[in-house]
Protein backbone atom coordinates (compact mmCIF):
# COMPACT_ATOMS: atom_id res chain seq x y z
CA UNK A 1 0.00 0.00 0.00
CA UNK A 2 1.48 3.52 -0.62
CA UNK A 3 2.28 5.73 1.80
CA UNK A 4 3.76 8.76 3.00
CA UNK A 5 5.23 9.85 5.59
CA UNK A 6 6.82 13.10 6.75
CA UNK A 7 9.29 13.83 9.33
CA UNK A 8 10.87 17.04 10.47
CA UNK A 9 8.48 19.24 12.27
CA UNK A 10 8.36 21.42 15.75
CA UNK A 11 8.81 24.35 16.69
CA UNK A 12 11.59 27.09 16.12
CA UNK A 13 11.87 30.96 16.23
CA UNK A 14 10.90 33.28 14.03
CA UNK A 15 14.44 33.36 11.66
CA UNK A 16 15.13 30.19 11.94
CA UNK A 17 15.58 26.80 9.80
CA UNK A 18 14.09 23.45 9.65
CA UNK A 19 14.10 20.65 7.30
CA UNK A 20 11.25 18.18 6.27
CA UNK A 21 11.16 14.75 5.42
CA UNK A 22 9.04 12.76 3.43
CA UNK A 23 9.39 9.12 2.90
CA UNK A 24 7.70 7.46 0.30
CA UNK A 25 6.85 3.62 0.06
CA UNK A 26 5.00 0.78 -1.60
CA UNK A 27 4.78 2.11 -4.51
CA UNK A 28 6.13 -0.56 -7.35
CA UNK A 29 9.79 0.31 -8.85
CA UNK A 30 8.13 1.58 -12.16
CA UNK A 31 6.18 4.00 -9.90
CA UNK A 32 8.70 5.33 -8.24
CA UNK A 33 10.36 6.65 -11.18
CA UNK A 34 7.39 8.22 -12.17
CA UNK A 35 6.13 10.09 -9.06
CA UNK A 36 6.02 13.99 -9.10
CA UNK A 37 6.44 15.31 -5.23
CA UNK A 38 4.53 17.88 -3.87
CA UNK A 39 4.84 20.14 -0.38
CA UNK A 40 1.75 21.68 1.01
CA UNK A 41 0.33 23.36 3.86
CA UNK A 42 -2.70 24.65 6.14
CA UNK A 43 -3.22 26.67 9.13
CA UNK A 44 -5.81 26.67 11.17
CA UNK A 45 -8.76 28.27 9.97
CA UNK A 46 -6.92 28.55 6.15
CA UNK A 47 -7.85 26.63 3.32
CA UNK A 48 -4.61 24.27 2.15
CA UNK A 49 -1.98 25.94 0.07
CA UNK A 50 0.59 24.49 -2.29
CA UNK A 51 3.70 25.30 -0.81
CA UNK A 52 6.33 23.77 -3.32
CA UNK A 53 6.49 20.89 -5.83
CA UNK A 54 8.90 18.72 -8.38
CA UNK A 55 8.96 17.00 -11.46
CA UNK A 56 10.63 13.28 -12.23
CA UNK A 57 13.25 15.45 -13.95
CA UNK A 58 13.91 17.77 -10.61
CA UNK A 59 12.37 20.93 -12.03
CA UNK A 60 10.93 22.81 -9.25
CA UNK A 61 8.14 25.50 -8.35
CA UNK A 62 7.21 27.41 -5.55
CA UNK A 63 4.49 29.78 -3.82
CA UNK A 64 5.18 33.10 -3.79
CA UNK A 65 5.35 34.19 -0.62
CA UNK A 66 8.25 30.91 -0.09
CA UNK A 67 10.22 31.64 -2.91
CA UNK A 68 13.78 32.46 -1.88
CA UNK A 69 13.23 30.92 1.61
CA UNK A 70 12.35 27.23 0.99
CA UNK A 71 14.29 24.72 -1.58
CA UNK A 72 12.30 21.46 -2.64
CA UNK A 73 14.30 18.41 -2.91
CA UNK A 74 14.28 14.53 -4.06
CA UNK A 75 16.48 12.08 -3.73
CA UNK A 76 14.82 9.10 -5.80
CA UNK A 77 17.60 6.34 -4.88
CA UNK A 78 15.93 6.48 -1.06
CA UNK A 79 12.00 7.45 -2.35
CA UNK A 80 12.81 10.65 0.31
CA UNK A 81 11.31 14.05 -0.35
CA UNK A 82 12.78 17.26 1.38
CA UNK A 83 11.79 20.86 2.21
CA UNK A 84 14.63 22.82 2.94
CA UNK A 85 12.61 26.05 4.87
CA UNK A 86 15.35 28.89 5.61
CA UNK A 87 14.40 32.63 7.13
CA UNK A 88 10.97 31.34 8.80
CA UNK A 89 8.43 33.51 9.80
CA UNK A 90 5.12 33.31 11.98
CA UNK A 91 3.07 32.97 9.26
CA UNK A 92 4.77 30.34 7.78
CA UNK A 93 2.76 28.05 11.05
CA UNK A 94 0.89 25.80 9.61
CA UNK A 95 0.79 21.74 9.12
CA UNK A 96 3.08 20.67 6.26
CA UNK A 97 1.87 17.64 3.74
CA UNK A 98 3.39 15.60 2.06
CA UNK A 99 1.76 15.12 -1.35
CA UNK A 100 2.57 12.33 -4.70
CA UNK A 101 1.41 12.31 -8.11
CA UNK A 102 1.75 8.70 -9.50
CA UNK A 103 1.91 8.59 -13.92
CA UNK A 104 4.53 11.96 -14.52
CA UNK A 105 6.25 12.20 -17.65
CA UNK A 106 8.98 13.93 -18.86
CA UNK A 107 8.75 18.01 -18.48
CA UNK A 108 5.30 17.18 -16.64
CA UNK A 109 4.90 19.73 -13.61
CA UNK A 110 2.22 19.54 -11.77
CA UNK A 111 0.23 22.55 -10.81
CA UNK A 112 0.61 23.91 -6.46
CA UNK A 113 -3.02 23.05 -6.45
CA UNK A 114 -4.48 19.81 -3.98
CA UNK A 115 -6.58 18.33 -6.95
CA UNK A 116 -3.41 17.81 -8.36
CA UNK A 117 -2.18 15.13 -6.42
CA UNK A 118 -3.54 12.05 -5.57
CA UNK A 119 -1.54 11.15 -2.49
CA UNK A 120 -1.51 12.56 0.64
CA UNK A 121 0.94 12.17 4.27
CA UNK A 122 -0.63 12.47 7.93
CA UNK A 123 1.14 16.08 8.42
CA UNK A 124 3.47 17.18 10.48
CA UNK A 125 2.85 20.90 12.17
CA UNK A 126 5.27 23.13 12.39
CA UNK A 127 5.33 26.35 14.46
CA UNK A 128 7.33 29.89 14.50
CA UNK A 129 7.25 31.86 17.12
CA UNK A 130 7.78 35.69 17.03
Known amino acids: QAQLVESGGGSVQDGGSMRLSCAAS???????????MGWFRQAPGKEREGVAA???????SYADSVKGRFTISQDNAKNTLWLQMNSLKPEDTAMYYC?????????????????????WGQGTQVTVSS
Open 54 to 60: IDIDGTT
Open 99 to 119: AARTGCSNGFLPPLQSWSFGY
Open 26 to 36: GYTGYTYSKLC
